[in-house]
Nanobody, 124 residues
């Protein structure tokens, strides 16, 4: 199972960026998907999560500015980030709760999977 994220970069305060993440590989199912971020000197924190049915959860700091969407057929999620501020600067990590498929009759095991981070820098 692989998670491939894209879309980071440099943006001015007040600007927008869109992050995308695609899950690939031999997959039985995907439950929650989302984004976490880690700023320099800080712990990794939740940004946004979306369930398979589309229920979303956002960090208080991004509510009203970020939206998350999901395409279950394509195993992709998109994070639309608007009104960005310097405190949004961080490495953003795509996350998915995945059960890989190992063949007929194999036991399912759900576990956390992470993509390589993508850097978002908000600066003038």
């Amino acid at each position: 199972v692989q998670l491939q994220a894209s879309g980071g970069g440099l943006v001015q305060p007040g600007g927008s960026l869109r992050l995308s993440c695609a899950v690939s590989g031999s997959i039985f199912g995907i439950r929650d998907m989302g984004w976490y971020r880690q700023a320099p000197g800080k712990q990794r924190e939740l940004v946004a999560l979306i369930t398979r049915s589309g229920v979303t959860n956002f960090a208080d700091s991004v509510k009203g500015r970020f939206t998350i969407s999901r395409d279950n057929a394509q195993n992709t999620i998109t994070l639309q980030m608007n009104s960005l501020v310097p405190d949004d600067t961080a490495v953003y990590y795509c996350y998915a709760d995945v059960a890989p498929y190992y063949g007929a009759g194999s036991k399912l095991k759900w576990s956390d999977h992470w993509g390589h981070g993508t850097l978002v820098t908000v600066s003038s």
